[in-house]
């Protein structure tokens, strides 16, 4: 393990990793809970169109993607608020439209195959330097935020009207919380990639609720399971030469599958 501090791009992948693990985690306990989970999924695939845009055009994708992301998580709030498309398909409708354009200028332009696919799946290679410093602004801001709304966000998840009815701005803390899950969707797709970031928004969470009921326990466990299946997924990756995103993934299907076990067993 300890022989990934010795490479640069290695080292990279480690702490962009960890911080993203740690801001998945508690984004996606709320989002989990508030049955809004693919909607990481959803602006995931916008971040890919806005990633093969920005390469084709040769800019920053990191700094391309992240508004559109945001602007895109806006459109998908303004649609469920309106009650006249229901949120999955205001998802699905975004998703599938921003997936069809970053495939559509692929397919006319030549030379880009080899950084689409590293959006696709992920790649630790593709970490730059200034990549981790921006990763690791944007995820300390994370969880700084969510830390200091963390009551706002908790009155939402669980009943929206009633925050309301006690004087939250739920219209605010909801684009706020719109925010912080498109950088972290953003942020995560350079090692998970475009089809695998949900996962470590969703995993870590559905194994914390079967062993924890309460919200503060189920986000601390949560981070802890991100955390750990990070550097397991890590490590594995590097000792059997895989792909990091995929391998980090299958970790924590497989801790998910074990904690169902072991609760139905116990049961």
């Known amino acids: ?29 709320a989002l989990v809970l508030r049955r809004n989970a693919m909607i990481g999924d959803g602006l995931s695939h916008v971040g890919f169109g806005a990633f093969a845009v920005a390469t084709v055009l040769n800019f920053a994708p990191l700094e391309f993607a992240m508004p559109i992301v945001i602007i ?30 970053g495939t559509f200028v692929i397919s006319i332009t030549r030379g880009v195959n080899t950084d689409i696919n590293n959006y696709l799946f992920g790649s630790i290679l593709s970490i730059s330097e200034g990549d981790m410093m921006i990763s690791l602004f944007f995820s300390i ?30 219209n605010l803390y909801n684009a706020i919380f719109a925010v912080l899950c498109s950088v972290v ?30 919200f503060k326990k189920v986000i601390l466990i949560s981070v802890l399971v991100s955390v750990v299946c990070f550097m397991i997924g890590m490590w594995a990756s590097y000792s059997l030469s895989t792909p990091t995103g995929s391998t980090i993934v299958l970790v924590n ?15």
């Open 185 to 214: 969707v953003v942020l995560g797709m350079r090692l998970m990639g475009s089809l695998l970031i949900s996962s470590l928004i969703i995993f870590p969470t559905m194994s914390a609720m079967q062993l924890v009921k309460t």
């Open 1 to 29: 393990m300890f022989e990934i501090f010795g490479q640069g791009f290695l080292m990279r992948g480690f702490v962009v990793g960890l911080v993203i693990s740690i801001s998945a985690a508690l984004i996606g306990t």
């Open 72 to 101: 895109m998580s806006f459109l998908i709030l303004r649609l469920n608020s309106q009650n006249k498309i229901q949120p999955d398909a205001a998802i699905a409708m975004v998703s599938a439209g921003a997936l069809a354009l």
């Open 141 to 170: 801001l994370v969880i700084g935020i969510f830390i200091g709304c963390y009551n706002k966000i908790f009155a939402l998840t669980f009943d929206e009207d009633f925050a309301k009815s006690i004087g939250i701005k739920t």
């Open 253 to 267: 299907l497989a801790v998910f599958i074990l904690v169902r076990l072991v609760r139905w067993v116990q049961k």
